[in-house]
Structures are given as structure tokens and as C-alpha cells.
Nanobody
Framework: QVELEESGGGLVQTGEALRLSCEVI????????MAWFRQYPGNERGFISA????????YYDDSVKGRFTIDRDIAKNTVYLQMRNLKPEDTAVYYC??????????????????WGQGTQVTVTS
């Protein structure tokens, strides 16, 4: 059984930073990429960022480019999301995701086969 354990969410003020972590627990013999999504109340999860697990190539949605950085620690089986200069509109539940194979668009929820439980990030003005 595979689990994605997230941590690092919390309450911060505008302009501050947070670092989210997501550890993959369990057997995953194939891993193409990992990603972060966020979900606003009443909305579908939206893509933020992804990292190719093999070569480290990174991808960002325009809404976070320049403020958020995705990284991985292969030995720790963990992906991170460093968030800087946070804004109230970044308030959401953040989810990490795992893809065993490349299936097309990283933006598609169907691309990802495992999901974390979600962690709340709240940014006050």
C-alpha cells in the first residue's frame, strides 16, 4: 500500500514563507514525477508544480512561477514545495501527487495515481 504523507502547512501572514513536504511511503517501483496541486473551496484541484523524478526537470503554473520552488530528495523519497512571498490568494488546501508513468498533461488529475491527504495553508493580510 502506498501513502503520501504531507506536512508543513499552517497559518502565515502576507509575505511570509512556508515549506511543504510530502514523503512517499510504500512500494512504488515506477515513478515518473511528483507534483503539487491546490484546491479552493468549491473548486477542483488545480496544478501548481511538478518535478520529473529521474532528471529533476521542474514545471510551474504561471500563478506561482518565481515564488514557489519544487524540489526532491531521492534518498528520503520526499518532494518539497518552498513557498515564498505568500499572498492571501494562496490560501487553499495543498495536495501532493505521484505519477508512476507519463500520461500526457501534468495539469490533468487523471495523470496522477496517488494523492496525499491535503494540508491547509492560510495566508492572512
Amino acid at each position: 500500500q502506498v501513502e503520501l504523507e504531507e506536512s508543513g502547512g499552517g497559518l502565515v501572514q502576507t509575505g511570509e514563507a512556508l515549506r511543504l513536504s510530502c514523503e512517499v511511503i510504500g512500494p512504488t517501483p515506477d515513478r515518473h514525477a511528483m507534483a503539487w496541486f491546490r484546491q479552493y473551496p468549491g473548486n477542483e484541484r488545480g496544478f501548481i508544480s511538478a518535478i520529473n523524478w529521474q532528471n529533476g526537470a521542474t514545471y510551474y503554473d504561471d500563478s506561482v512561477k518565481g515564488r514557489f520552488t519544487i524540489d526532491r530528495d531521492i534518498a528520503k523519497n520526499t518532494v518539497y514545495l518552498q513557498m515564498r512571498n505568500l499572498k492571501p490568494e494562496d490560501t487553499a488546501v495543498y495536495y501532493c501527487a505521484h505519477a508512476s508513468y507519463y500520461k500526457g498533461s501534468y495539469y490533468s488529475l487523471d495523470h496522477w495515481d496517488y494523492w496525499g491527504q491535503g494540508t491547509q495553508v492560510t495566508v492572512t493580510s
